[in-house]
């Protein structure tokens, strides 16, 4: 039963009763808020259940198609080297398709690409640089770590239990109240 329904027994079951001493009307209408509220946790633990459920589904889901894109990337890596090989081999940069891939063209796109920097490196190179001015290298280093942002992201992951288990000794962590199991939840629902 919802709470507007509650609500509308409520009012009903006031109206046809005669009249009770404050005291007793304050502790129904404290039992009927209790009620509810309990009402309103089962309801909200079964859609957590629901969600849970569907999430982990679709987890399951996404692994799978994942490992096949991964399995299909594996084989189109493989057949495009050989592909490379054989053009780079005899030179071509083009070939016209036919079939159903008629009107398009293999081309062979050669990139040159330089890898980023990284903080230690430019680190190392700005103290070299600035070796004999120190104040000047420490106002930069200041400047930069300025600009660097703390960011939190919370991300769901299923973990094989084994894992968790290390995880949590590894680090210290304790298990916590928000800290439940499937069980532990569906055993909210049955509650």
Do not use: C
Not at 87 to 101: C, E
Request: charged content about 35%.
């Amino acid at each position: 039963m919802d709470s507007a329904e509650a609500e509308i027994d409520a009012i009903i079951d006031n109206s046809t009763r005669p009249e009770e001493p404050e005291i007793l009307q304050s502790q129904n209408q404290e039992a009927m808020s209790e009620n509810n509220q309990i009402e309103e946790d089962s309801a909200s633990i079964e859609v957590f259940n629901t969600a849970l459920h569907q999430y982990l589904r679709i987890d399951e889901e996404i692994k799978s198609l994942m490992a096949a894109i991964k399995e299909r990337n594996n084989i189109k890596r493989k057949l495009g080297d050989t592909l490379s090989n054989y053009l780079k081999a005899n030179q071509i940069k083009k070939v016209n398709l036919d079939g159903s891939y008629k009107g398009k063209r293999l081309e062979v796109e050669v990139k040159t690409s330089t890898s980023g920097f990284s903080k230690a490196s430019v680190t190392e190179a700005l103290l070299t640089e600035l070796e004999e001015e120190r104040e000047l290298f420490d106002k930069i280093m200041r400047a930069i770590s300025k600009t660097s942002t703390l960011k939190e992201v919370w991300k769901l992951k299923v973990t094989e239990e084994k894992l968790a288990k290390t995880t949590g000794k590894a680090s210290g962590k304790r298990k916590g109240a928000a800290d439940i199991t499937l069980d532990q939840a569906a055993a909210l629902v049955d509650d």
